[in-house]
């Protein structure tokens, strides 16, 4: 089952844009220097700077979500350059709405890898929250999607009511095959045990 992933907010269109400016802004000066043929190697500072810029705005598009699928057993998240991130749905706990993070970065955000470049993208720290990993375009439509013994990860699909009730869904059935299974395994294993056993009395 794929879910859109919600468009992106204006914060961080302001964000990848004002950055985006910033870069351009940088370069301008090396570039007007070209046309009027002049050579002065101060020039190459403000290019220097303009350079990290456009790695990490490269870097941000790379790793912005395009797509969350619900698949069988793992729920996958695509992204648009780099592979997917695939988390097995037995490694899930629970999915839930994520409105309460709305004012990030705002508000309560201690550490942030990447708050608002195409996204919200990486690792967070909020207050009082913890550790969390972000994989999020729209502040307004975030859900929460918590693991055993990892941060919750934070997405936010165009339709996140939809999406949890077919998160948690899709994850109960999968517990209800898994327990089925066991429980299959464990009748086998008895009737082994029976059929040894009674074999060793008829002896």
Sequence with gaps: MRFEVAPIDEYASR?????????????????????????????LIPTALALPLAI????????QPSAYVIEDAVLVV?????????????????ASSATYL?????RG????????????LGPFHLAPYG??????????????????GLPPLI?????????????????????????TVRESAERRGEGILLSVHSSGVMR
């Excluded at 990490?56 to 790793?63: R, V």
């Excluded at 992204?79 to 749905?89: A, E, G, V």
């Excluded at 709305?102 to 705002?106: E, G, V, W, Y």
């Design 155 to 179: 997405l936010s699909p165009a339709r996140p009511r939809e999406f949890v009730e077919a998160l948690n869904d899709r994850r109960t059935q999968a517990a209800m095959r898994e327990l």
């Design 78 to 94: 695509r992204r648009r350059w780099w592979r997917s991130l695939r988390i097995p749905l037995g490694e899930i706990i629970g």
């Design 109 to 120: 955000l201690r550490f942030a890898f990447n708050p608002g470049v195409f996204g919200y």
């Design 15 to 43: 964000v990848t844009s004002g950055l985006a400016y910033m870069g351009g802004l940088l370069v301008l000066p090396l570039f007007f220097a070209y046309l009027a043929n002049l050579r002065w190697s101060g020039l």
């Design 56 to 63: 990490f705005l490269l870097f941000s598009y790379a790793a």
């Design 131 to 148: 550790e969390t990993f972000f994989l999020a375009t729209n502040r307004a439509r975030l859900v929460s999607v918590a693991r055993q």
């Design 102 to 106: 709305a004012d990030i970065p705002r």
